[in-house]
């Protein structure tokens, strides 16, 4: 797969690590006066790369999380931003209820009012997912379900590209970690253009909240 609109963006910034690091060593020597052989500099620069590539491999990777709870695929004909467009003017933080059943549930709860959304016929993914297709359908287990807690702008913020790029899209799935990660994962159209993810933290529920 390739990573067309990633990969600009990350020579880019390595660059900036490097040039950054060359400059500080320079105002470096010439503050002293030395005068090191090409060779030591040479070295010295060689250093600088490898050390700016372990920055960026350290602070730009995606977050390491555990493997997701619920994973659904968004339906392209019902979009969630402009339902989560009103529910962020009623409500700081939205609940999202999952189920590998094909269900979704956005939930918000005010004073003395809850509003709750329902998206069913939703395509379950279980590529990477903790429940395999097999525990799925079987008979004698519930699906897998979750429960996560948002900021409601936050989640709105990542749905824009419904509004404005959704015809360059392919496919997009919500894939839900309990008490760690709400990710959402956007495959564009056509395939082998790339992808681009979206990794919102949630707000700690306590066993009572999520039942």
């Known amino acids: 797969m390739h990573h067309v609109l990633v990969v600009p963006l990350m020579y880019t910034t390595l660059y900036q690590c490097v040039l950054c690091a060359r ?8 503050a002293r006066g030395w ?22 491999c350290r602070y730009h990777l995606p977050p390491r999380i555990d493997l997701p709870d619920v994973q659904l695929e968004l339906p392209a004909e ?12 009623i409500s700081p933080q939205i609940f999202l209820e999952g189920s590998m059943a094909g269900e979704l549930t956005l939930r918000i709860d005010g004073d003395g009012a809850s509003i709750r959304i329902f998206y069913s016929k939703l395509i379950p993914r279980f590529e990477d997912c903790k429940t395999s297709a097999e525990e799925n359908n079987n008979g004698d287990n519930e699906p897998a379900r979750c429960t996560i807690k948002v900021d409601s702008k ?20 919500l894939c839900m970690v309990e008490n760690e990660m709400l990710v959402l994962h956007i495959m564009l159209n ?12 949630v707000h700690f529920l306590s ?3 999520i039942d």
């Not at 936050?154 to 799935?173: D, E, G, N």
């Open 35 to 56: 005068d090191l052989p090409i060779s030591f500099l040479c070295k010295l620069t060689t250093f600088f790369v490898a050390f700016s590539l372990h920055l960026f």
């Open 78 to 89: 019902r979009p969630l931003r402009p339902v989560v467009e009103r529910l962020r003017t």
């Open 154 to 173: 936050k989640l709105h913020a990542c749905l824009q590209w419904q509004a404005t790029m959704a015809r360059s899209v392919s496919s997009a799935v």
């Open 190 to 201: 056509p395939g082998d253009v790339g992808f681009f993810t979206y990794y919102v933290p």
């Open 207 to 209: 066993p009572d909240q």
């Open 23 to 30: 400059q500080r060593c320079s105002k470096f020597l010439d």
